[in-house]
């Protein structure tokens, strides 16, 4: 299976095989980022993130075969990423896929980059569902009872901002750069995490949602009255932020947890814990979370840090996982901004959304 990744501003492509036991094999994962092309502009800028997979999307596909000493004759089936994203990389993408399909008679699969994180522990860990997924990347933070593959129940969502975004913006407050989660953690690793008392958002509330606003804006006030920050200060708020942040995730997960054995149609206990996404990088939550699954006597399953971001082979096993099922889709399937995993999540009710951000 040949996985094609351009949701964001990771132009990736791979190669990944998957036995007829259902565990997989990466041949090639291929990933670029366009972190230079974005970082004048503290973010990134839709427009220049489609002409840059534009530019590069045949190359690294190649590479992805050669690196897999493979031609298209021998890939079964190519799955891109459908959304949610951006829409002009996703359509770079999946363009590019639909050609390949078409030209050379290979079968398609249009992915959820949601459902991508999700399965990737298939890949990794040939851990199957169900599970309790904690997603958590630059655009999406949820918590999902993973039923299996193709069935998918969100049990809580952030009302405001997702985590890598709360990331990423407390790093261009502290003047840390971009992308900012791994200038975040690198600043925090000398901080001690106990010198400010920043908010721990919504803990203890019943429902498992999440909040990252009106930290980032702490962070921001702390930051405001030191000014000037000296190198340590800044380590110190980091730190902090990330103690925040990881006691926050750990107390929305035990709560989801509770939730998901009580809606889990599956009598399967302990339900392991998934930690995914660009976030799930982060060395402090990953401690942080792997304490909580220990105490609620189950495991925490954490794909390695190249695979918790954006790249091909998620892609590509979450196609494989599909089209071992009969699954395929039509060339006119949508490259779609926003797709939720989970369409009948209800709205959140109190907070001004009117629905996931996917
Ligand atoms: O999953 P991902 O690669 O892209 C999306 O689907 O959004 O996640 C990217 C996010 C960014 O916000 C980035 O700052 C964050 O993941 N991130 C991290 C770390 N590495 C990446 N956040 C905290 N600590 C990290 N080590
Ligand atoms: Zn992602």
Redesign the pocket.
Known sequence: MLGIET????TAAAVVRRGSDGGGEILSNVVRSQWEAHRAFGGVVPEIAARAHADCIDDIIQTALDDARLDFSDIDAIAATAGP?LIGGLLVGLTVAKAISHAREIPFVAIN??EA?ALTVGLTDALQPPYLLVL?????TQTVLVEDVGSYHRLGITIDD????A??KT?KLLDLGF???????RAAKTGDAARFSLPRPLVGRAEPHFSFAGLKSAVRRQAQQLAPLTPADVADLCASF?AAVSDSVADRCRRAYGLALEQARTAKQPLPIVLA???????R?KARLSATAADLCTALHVPP?AL???NGAMVAWAGAEHFSRGTTSRLDAPARARWPLDADAKPILGTGKAGPKA
Do not use: Q, R, T, W
């Open positions: 949701s964001c501003d990771e994203g980059h949601l994180h958590v990347s630059g655009g999406h997702a985590l890598g975004e990331f990423d790093a992308p900012g989660g791994p200038a975040v953690e990330e996404g660009g976030v799930a990088a982060n060395a939550l840090v918790c971001g954006d």
